[in-house]
């Protein structure tokens, strides 16, 4: 059998904060004025303002699947395991 050698990934772990949408009536008690949201992928891209991370690789072709764009001002912690 013969195995291929695969390129090493790096995954990313990302707690962030996003702004929150309510419906309806609310009191002030019940304000949510952001959200906080973990979400975890294979690393895309990353510069200076944003961190890339999608869901899926196709390995022949090298394209990605359902990619998130993540403002770095909003992230408030990121682990990256590479693999």
Not at 31 to 53: C, D, F, Q
Not at 58 to 72: L, N, Q, V
Request: net charge negative; hydrophobic share 40%; aromatic share 8%.
């Amino acid at each position: 059998m013969i195995r291929k050698r695969l390129d090493r990934k790096t995954i990313a772990f990302i707690r962030w904060f996003d702004a929150s949408y309510q419906r309806g009536e609310c009191t002030e008690e019940e304000l949510i004025p952001k959200v906080e949201i973990e979400s975890a992928g294979l690393l895309v891209a990353e510069n200076e303002e944003s961190v890339s991370i999608a869901l899926d690789q196709c390995g022949a072709d090298k394209t990605w699947r359902y990619i998130e764009h993540i403002p770095k001002v909003n992230i408030l912690s990121i682990r990256r395991v590479t693999m």
